[in-house]
């Protein structure tokens, strides 16, 4: 049986969002009433995840509208464009967070009174949830295709439902082989320093009885070495259409070289919302977090007075590495990204 884990949602001009910080300890809903709210719960992790921030950022902006005072049509596009700048320094790496934005701002601006447009960026926002939701199935079944019997799967970080409006991508290719009938055992690596995987996947696939063992990140090479892993299945912050390179929570890399050298299949599963179509390889910001989450664990430090820490949240991963790229619309290899009409894929 597959549990609904409800990571976001809209409530008469409330946004309640999953604090999942607090998990697997505590369930418990922020609710936030501004654009900048929701900018710092993106920006302390409190969601996190591509496809999630993508409808965060769309319902800050839709609050933004909701509870406007303007008057006309020109003051509330004003107060969305501060509200867009705010929402998109939250954090500079995934994609989908201005690919929601910009959706965001030309309905809008395609809007022809203040009324309208307060009415139509809520229904935006909402429309953006349930596509999320049904392209993370789609990418499911999509992806459980490729899924045997008996597979052993290794993932890294957090691609699950709290990672999207629901329903997940790389667990949501794993949900749904599960569904089928497929036995399948999950190793999830714990994801340092934030432990997405040891906090949030191994949460999530406990909920849906799906066989899961916890490794740290630097087992995963020994395991595969060991003739113990079958597929690697991540997710994405980011996938560049031109050159078929794949950014995505620091460690990816590690994970995907390793597989490489095994044999082993390295499967990225990500709405086409989260592919890049415009960006080029020199325009991708990897986001450098606070030193302080490598130096600390549960505000207890573990290093010693003094030293330095580096802390980028994401790296990038090479098309040579990668075996193919699951989306809703399909599954394909990196090189057949750059030959994909983004508008098409985008139902525009």
């Not at 939701?133 to 597979?151: F, S, T, V």
Request: hydrophobic share 40%.
């Amino acid at each position: 049986m597959i549990s609904e884990i409800s990571t976001i949602r809209w409530s008469d001009g409330v946004v309640e969002i999953l604090d999942q910080r607090l998990l697997p300890h505590r369930v418990k809903y922020l609710r936030l009433r501004t654009a900048r709210q929701v900018a710092k719960a993106i920006r302390d992790m409190a969601i996190r995840g591509a496809p999630a921030i993508g409808v965060a950022a769309a319902m800050g902006i839709a609050l933004t509208a909701y509870h406007s005072k303007a008057k006309t049509r020109e003051k509330i596009l004003e107060q969305l464009r501060r509200s867009c700048e705010v929402l998109g320094s939250s954090r500079p790496t995934a994609v989908n967070l201005f690919w929601a934005l910009d959706r965001m701002m030309k309905t809008a601006e395609s809007s022809e009174s203040v009324e309208e447009m307060r009415s139509r960026l809520v229904e935006e926002a909402l429309r953006i949830m349930r596509e999320d939701i049904e392209a993370n199935r789609k990418i499911g079944e999509n992806g459980a295709r490729l899924i045997e019997d008996g597979d052993r799967i290794l993932t890294h970080c957090n691609a699950g439902a709290l990672a999207t409006a629901g329903y997940g991508t790389a667990l949501g290719v794993i949900r749904a082989a599960h569904a089928q009938g497929k036995k399948v055992i999950v190793y999830a690596c714990e994801t340092r320093p934030k432990l997405q995987g040891a906090r949030l996947t191994a949460w999530e696939l406990l909920r849906d009885g799906i066989p899961v063992k916890l490794i740290t990140d630097n087992m995963a090479a020994f395991l595969m070495q060991r003739g113990e892993v079958d597929k690697v299945i991540v997710g994405a912050d980011r996938i560049l259409a031109k050159t078929g390179h794949v950014i995505n929570k620091i460690g990816t890399l590690c994970h995907a070289i390793c597989a490489k050298h095994h044999g082993i299949p390295f499967l990225v599963a990500a709405p086409t919302s989260t592919i890049d179509f415009k960006s080029g390889l020199e325009d991708v910001v990897i986001e450098e977090r606070d030193p302080r989450e490598v130096l600390y664990i549960g505000g207890k430090r573990i290093a010693p007075e003094g030293v330095e820490a580096w802390n980028p949240a994401f790296d990038i991963t090479p098309p040579e590495l990668v075996t193919c790229i699951i989306t809703e619309r399909g599954v394909y290899r990196p090189e057949e990204l750059k030959g994909l009409d983004s508008a098409a894929l985008s139902g525009e």
